[in-house]
């Protein structure tokens, strides 16, 4: 057997860690179904991140992404958000999305000690084929 699969645990969680980790995964949930509401030709994807900071810091939670280490520095942004054929990770600004793009976007929140993290693709307008 590998060394590294040797080494894993698998920690079994209680009906109440579960519950609570729910409670992060559904404010991720809330933070994704308001920005595919926010999400239209002319919005930066810096306001997208500001209102995701807005909403979870609203809960009472922290944003995860917020000073994950990097190469240059700590990471600043709530979200990460992708646009077309960018992999993952895009740093949130002052781009702004046009009709016809994939934005990809990625939100994680700590609720109580918990994590929640999740990511959506949306069409924003009409995109051809």
């Given at each position: 057997?590998?060394?590294?699969?040797?080494?894993?645990?698998?920690?079994?969680?209680?009906?109440?860690?579960?519950?609570?980790?729910?409670?992060?995964?559904?404010?991720?949930a809330d933070?994704?179904?308001r920005?595919?509401?926010?999400?239209r030709?002319?919005?930066?994807?810096g306001?997208?991140?500001?209102?995701?900071?807005?909403?979870?810091?609203?809960?009472?939670?922290?944003?995860?992404f917020i000073?994950?280490?990097?190469r240059?520095?700590?990471?600043r942004?709530?979200?990460?958000?992708?646009?077309?054929?960018?992999?993952v990770?895009?740093?949130?600004?002052?781009?702004?999305?046009?009709?016809?793009?994939?934005?990809?976007?990625?939100?994680?929140?700590?609720?109580?000690?918990?994590h929640?993290?999740?990511a959506?693709?949306?069409?924003?307008?009409?995109?051809?084929?």
């Amino acid at each position: 057997m590998c060394a590294l699969l040797a080494e894993r645990r698998v920690t079994i969680k209680s009906s109440a860690q579960i519950e609570r980790m729910a409670v992060a995964g559904r404010l991720v949930a809330d933070v994704l179904d308001r920005l595919g509401d926010e999400l239209r030709p002319g919005v930066t994807t810096g306001q997208l991140d500001a209102i995701a900071e807005e909403m979870i810091r609203g809960a009472g939670a922290i944003p995860s992404f917020i000073g994950v280490p990097g190469r240059r520095a700590p990471f600043r942004h709530s979200l990460c958000i992708s646009i077309d054929s960018e992999v993952v990770h895009g740093v949130p600004g002052p781009r702004r999305i046009r009709e016809g793009q994939l934005v990809s976007v990625d939100a994680g929140a700590i609720v109580d000690g918990w994590h929640g993290d999740g990511a959506r693709t949306f069409i924003v307008g009409d995109v051809p084929d």
